[in-house]
């Protein structure tokens, strides 16, 4: 059976904003994020594109994937993710493109098929483009051309871009993902850090449709993984109270930005919240070391994962940093 030690650990990292903080310390904490779990031995850093979100500053995911490759110097930094229907395949393959051509062997490129956004937000950001989810098996496939080898004849290219190759992968909390990951070859993350309810059935269609590719050879399986962790159980349990407090804002369509801890929840969520939120951290690791260790090989027998992705919404960024560092600690 596997154990944390035989497989990959990375980070996802959202760049929180604090109530008493702004974007600008939420970037420069994510850098200081990052520079840490490369000392740490991360495997990757990833960052997630949001936006119409006052709680989260990762919303030019390319723009800032290039000041964390600039600040660091082996650590594989990408988009966890991208969202495609957002975007020309062709600006996404000149803008990783470059990153990968200033930062080469290092760039990761994430891809999701939902908005990330409300449908005022998505207007917003495509104006007249009509792309939509549905379109992302054909957005997709011209993406892999502009980062594939320039074909004879080929009228639009990615400059840079063309030959880069790019490491994609796919990402889903649900199983349309899955399958188009299978089908692909493609490597595959599931979100199971906010969405966890289909997590093995997802997994089970990637695997069972998985075709090798030029890329794989045989699947590969990243999970998303919410990490709280702390010198003893009672003081994870205390600080998992922030990360409680903005997604019941999220549900409740209140401000995102970061609430310190408190002592209880209790007075601050009505039943069917808590068991909302419950349901939204149904894969969250809370806890001290030993405990953290037990949900982690829990989680890696019952899903034979590859790789695991941590995020970890704490308060306090010291806080934050320590995370992790129980987390390391464990290998």
């Known amino acids: 059976m596997k154990t944390i030690s035989d497989i990959k650990i990375s980070v996802l990292d959202l760049a929180p904003i604090r109530a008493d903080g702004g974007p600008e310390q939420a970037l420069r904490n994510s850098l200081a994020l990052a520079q840490h779990a490369e000392k740490l031995g991360f495997t990757r850093f990833w960052v997630a594109e949001h936006h119409n979100m006052d709680g989260i500053a990762s919303s030019a995911t390319s723009v800032l994937i290039g000041y964390l490759a600039a600040g660091t110097s082996s650590i594989r930094l990408g988009a966890g993710g991208v969202m495609l229907p957002n975007h020309a395949p062709l600006v996404i393959a000149e803008q990783f493109g470059t990153l990968a051509t200033l930062y080469p062997g290092r760039i990761d490129l994430g891809l999701g098929r939902a908005p990330g956004a409300d449908q005022y937000t998505a207007h917003a950001l495509r104006r007249e483009r ?148 419950g349901e939204f951290f149904g894969l969250a690791m809370v806890g001290g070391p030993e405990t953290i260790r ?30 992790y560092e129980v987390l390391a600690g464990l290998r």
């Open 294 to 323: 037990s949900h982690v090989n829990q989680l890696l027998e019952q899903t034979d994962a590859d790789e695991l992705i941590f995020t970890s919404d704490m308060y306090d960024f010291v806080d934050r940093l320590h995370s």
């Open 130 to 277: 009509s792309g939509s989810a549905d379109d992302f098996p054909e957005d997709l496939t011209e993406l892999q051309t502009y980062l594939g080898p320039l074909q004879r004849n080929q009228r639009v290219i990615a400059m840079p871009g063309a030959g880069t190759q790019v490491p994609i992968w796919l990402l889903g909390s649900s199983l349309f993902s899955a399958q188009l990951a299978g089908q692909r070859g493609l490597p595959y993350a599931f979100a199971s850090h906010f969405a966890p309810r289909m997590m093995h059935e997802a997994i089970r269609v990637y695997r069972n449709h998985f075709k090798p590719s030029a890329v794989l050879d045989k699947p590969y399986v990243m999970l998303g993984v919410p990490l709280l962790a702390a010198d003893t159980d009672e003081q994870a349990q205390y600080l998992a109270t922030s990360a409680y407090q903005r997604i019941l804002a999220l549900l409740r369509g209140q401000s995102l930005v970061q609430k310190p801890p408190v002592q209880s929840m209790e007075g601050l969520w009505l039943p069917h919240e808590r068991q909302a939120v």
